[in-house]
């Protein structure tokens, strides 16, 4: 496997690396911060930080045309659902969730958003699954029952507990819109969810009136959220999608558990259970299942033109530049609208921007 294909997985690692640590960190802070303002903090720091991002490289004079692909009028629809269901619903659900459930146990039961993302992924764009990725996301499901089982309560099962479920569920609808867009540059659209979902949280928080915390308790929400939240981990994730399709980018940052639970401990003397440990060998192993995993088959590409960011050495780029063309930059990445002819191949791939075909045919590979 080349770096160029590494490089996917290793920003969905990142993204999980940096997304695990908030929940055990967010919860810290709870005690003193309202959920629903908690919410809009995490957010207003995503899209503060990346909004001086672009205000400063707009300024030095490094800006972004030519090297990612910028949104278009066609994206709306997909962005207010990336605000709406990853932005609003979630991050409200998660904060009244996490101040009743032990930040461990609430680490791993994060994890259901892979078994979300891929349910839609299927259902929606038809990702192929094969028996290895099914038994992955079995292992995490079943987990997350174990997790959530509190003979005590209604059902028996903890409703806050639940409530974590559905924030995956809402997370998984997020990471099927921004798949839909993810071709497109990453840093603007993380930007507009940020202060989009922020600001709408922030006068529901006030509607609700939960109290504005101190300002250092603001500026420490608002660097998580700018971190692990939304921002940098955000970024991450869609340059993974854009790599390696839903499922697998939602089932890769299905590890970031493991980064909350090692910082849960640290911070935290509340015991997550004696259910905790045999649940996190299972979803361990369901990780390790889903990381290597490969595919490879004959396959046809259809001819057709689009605009995203992308290099000339991974098989699919072979266009000619006319004069005007956008420079390649340091990295061999440049932006612009180009043809794809139609073309059958075979190599190892995953359910990336050129790879949407169905695995119902002749010629199919398995999992």
């Given at each position: 496997m080349s770096f160029s294909e590494r490089l996917p997985v290793i920003y969905a690692l990142a993204?999980?690396?940096?997304?695990?640590i908030t929940a055990p960190f967010s919860k810290l802070l709870l005690g003193g911060v309202g959920p629903v303002t908690m919410a809009s903090l995490l957010f207003l720091g995503s899209g503060t930080g990346l909004l001086i991002y672009l205000m400063a490289g707009s300024l030095s004079?490094?800006?972004r045309d030519g090297v990612e692909a910028s949104l278009s009028r066609s994206d709306l629809p997909w962005l207010v659902g990336v605000v709406v269901s990853g932005g609003v619903l979630a991050p409200?659900?998660?904060?009244?969730?996490?101040a009743h459930t032990p930040a461990a146990t609430a680490a791993l039961l994060l994890n259901f958003e892979a078994v979300a993302t891929a349910i839609i992924a299927v259902m929606w764009y038809r990702e192929p699954i094969g028996r290895r990725m099914g038994a992955a996301l079995c292992l995490i499901t079943f987990s997350c029952i174990i997790l959530s089982w509190n003979p005590d309560q209604a059902f028996g099962f903890s409703i806050a507990a639940l409530g974590i479920l559905l924030t995956c569920t809402f997370w998984g609808l997020d990471n099927n819109f921004s798949k839909m867009i993810s071709a497109k540059d990453p840093i603007p659209i993380v930007m507009i969810k940020g202060l989009g979902a922020g600001t709408v949280t922030f006068f529901i928080a006030r509607a609700l009136g939960e109290a504005i915390p101190s300002p250092e308790t603001c500026c420490a929400a608002m660097i998580i959220g700018f971190l692990g939240y939304g921002g940098l981990m955000s970024v991450f994730f869609l340059m993974a999608l854009r790599g390696i399709g839903s499922a697998r980018t939602g089932a890769l940052v299905s590890t970031s558990p493991f980064f909350g639970v090692l910082v849960s401990f640290f911070l935290f003397t509340d015991d997550p259970?004696?259910?905790?440990?045999?649940s996190l060998l299972t979803m361990?192993?369901?990780a390790y299942l889903l990381i290597t995993e490969r595919h490879s088959h004959s396959h046809h590409h259809e001819a057709m033109v689009h605009e995203h960011r992308h290099r000339h050495d991974d098989l699919h780029h072979d266009h000619e530049h006319p004069a005007g063309t956008p420079a390649i930059?340091?990295?061999?990445?440049?932006?612009?609208?180009?043809?794809h002819h139609d073309l059958w191949h075979d190599h190892p791939h995953s359910p990336d921007t050129h790879h949407q075909h169905r695995h119902d045919g002749a010629g199919s590979a398995k999992y």
């Amino acid at each position: 496997m080349s770096f160029s294909e590494r490089l996917p997985v290793i920003y969905a690692l990142a993204a999980a690396a940096l997304f695990g640590i908030t929940a055990p960190f967010s919860k810290l802070l709870l005690g003193g911060v309202g959920p629903v303002t908690m919410a809009s903090l995490l957010f207003l720091g995503s899209g503060t930080g990346l909004l001086i991002y672009l205000m400063a490289g707009s300024l030095s004079g490094n800006g972004r045309d030519g090297v990612e692909a910028s949104l278009s009028r066609s994206d709306l629809p997909w962005l207010v659902g990336v605000v709406v269901s990853g932005g609003v619903l979630a991050p409200i659900v998660l904060m009244v969730s996490l101040a009743h459930t032990p930040a461990a146990t609430a680490a791993l039961l994060l994890n259901f958003e892979a078994v979300a993302t891929a349910i839609i992924a299927v259902m929606w764009y038809r990702e192929p699954i094969g028996r290895r990725m099914g038994a992955a996301l079995c292992l995490i499901t079943f987990s997350c029952i174990i997790l959530s089982w509190n003979p005590d309560q209604a059902f028996g099962f903890s409703i806050a507990a639940l409530g974590i479920l559905l924030t995956c569920t809402f997370w998984g609808l997020d990471n099927n819109f921004s798949k839909m867009i993810s071709a497109k540059d990453p840093i603007p659209i993380v930007m507009i969810k940020g202060l989009g979902a922020g600001t709408v949280t922030f006068f529901i928080a006030r509607a609700l009136g939960e109290a504005i915390p101190s300002p250092e308790t603001c500026c420490a929400a608002m660097i998580i959220g700018f971190l692990g939240y939304g921002g940098l981990m955000s970024v991450f994730f869609l340059m993974a999608l854009r790599g390696i399709g839903s499922a697998r980018t939602g089932a890769l940052v299905s590890t970031s558990p493991f980064f909350g639970v090692l910082v849960s401990f640290f911070l935290f003397t509340d015991d997550p259970g004696v259910l905790f440990y045999p649940s996190l060998l299972t979803m361990g192993l369901g990780a390790y299942l889903l990381i290597t995993e490969r595919h490879s088959h004959s396959h046809h590409h259809e001819a057709m033109v689009h605009e995203h960011r992308h290099r000339h050495d991974d098989l699919h780029h072979d266009h000619e530049h006319p004069a005007g063309t956008p420079a390649i930059d340091r990295h061999g990445y440049h932006s612009h609208p180009h043809a794809h002819h139609d073309l059958w191949h075979d190599h190892p791939h995953s359910p990336d921007t050129h790879h949407q075909h169905r695995h119902d045919g002749a010629g199919s590979a398995k999992y």
